[in-house]
C-alpha cells in the first residue's frame, strides 16, 4: 500500500483516472435517470478496471475509512470501498460483514454492480457455517438492493456444492417484480444447474416454471438443450 492512506487519497486516485466522457456514459448505463432503478446516483467516470487497479494501490485502508468511502455520493468511491471490504474481509471477516450489513441498509449498495461484486464475499462467505435467516430478512425487505444482496450472497455457498439456500430463496421470490430480480433469481438457478447438481435445477423448474417470469426462466434455462429450454417455456 502507498503511504497514504485515507478515502481522501482512495478519492484523488480515482480523479486521476476518471474520464468525464465515459461518466456519461455510466450515468445512462446505470439508469440513473427520474424513475430508473439508479435514479439520482453520481459517477465520476471511471470504470471497473481502473477502479481496481486504485483500490490495489490502498489494500489495508483502516476500516472507518472505507467506511468513509461507503458514504460517498459518487458511485465509484462506494465501489472502491466495496472492493477495499472484500478485501479486508479476509483478515477481519465478522466485522467486514457487520460493516457492510450497515452499508446495505443504509442504502449505500444500491446498484447491481455493487451488489454483486460483494454480496458473495462480504455476507456469503461469512454466512456458509452460520445461520443464514438474516438472508430471509433481506429477501423480504421492499428495497431492491437488499433482495439482491440476499440471492447473490447465495453464490457463496452454491461454490461449496450447496443450494439449499438458493432453492428456498427462488421460490419466496417468483412474484417479484422488478426484473434485476429475476434476472439475479435466475442466474443463481443457472449455477446451481452448472455447479451443484442439474437434477436440482430440474426439480425447481418442474415445479414452478409455469409461476416463473420470462427473463427468470430463460437465465435458470440457459444452458440446458434447446428441446429443454422450449418445453420449460411452454409451460408458462
Keep these: ?22 461518466a ?29 487497479a486504485v483500490v490495489k494501490r490502498f489494500r489495508g485502508l483502516p476500516l472507518d475509512e472505507i467506511d468513509a468511502l461507503l458514504d460517498d455520493p459518487e458511485h465509484e468511491h462506494r465501489l472502491a470501498g466495496l472492493l477495499l471490504l472484500v478485501d479486508a474481509s479476509r483478515s477481519s471477516p465478522g466485522e467486514a460483514a457487520e460493516r457492510y450489513l450497515a452499508a446495505v441498509r443504509r442504502g449505500r449498495v444500491n446498484n447491481w454492480d455493487l451488489v454483486d461484486s460483494s454480496a458473495e464475499h462480504l455476507l456469503g462467505e461469512w454466512l456458509v457455517d452460520r445461520d443464514r435467516s438474516l438472508l430471509d430478512d433481506l429477501a423480504a425487505s421492499p428495497v431492491l438492493w437488499e433482495r439482491r444482496v440476499a440471492v447473490l450472497a447465495t453464490f457463496a455457498f452454491i461454490k461449496r456444492g450447496d443450494a439449499s439456500t438458493t432453492l428456498d430463496l427462488a421460490a419466496r421470490l417468483l412474484d417479484d417484480r422488478e426484473d434485476l430480480m429475476h434476472k ?53
Design 1 to 22: 500500500m502507498e503511504s497514504l492512506s485515507t478515502a481522501q487519497d482512495v478519492r484523488a486516485a480515482l480523479a486521476e483516472v476518471a474520464n468525464a466522457a465515459d
Design 184 to 236: 439475479a433469481v435466475g442466474w443463481m438457478l443457472r449455477e446451481v444447474g452448472k455447479r451443484v447438481s442439474r437434477e436440482a435445477l430440474l426439480g425447481f423448474l418442474d415445479a414452478h416454471a409455469a409461476r416463473m417470469p420470462r427473463t427468470m426462466l430463460s437465465y435458470a434455462t440457459e444452458h440446458l438443450t434447446p428441446e429443454e429450454r422450449a418445453a420449460y417455456r411452454s409451460r408458462r
Design 24 to 52: 456519461g456514459f455510466l450515468q445512462r448505463f446505470f439508469k440513473t435517470g427520474p424513475g430508473e432503478y439508479g435514479a439520482g446516483d453520481l459517477f465520476i467516470g471511471v470504470r471497473v478496471p481502473a477502479a481496481r
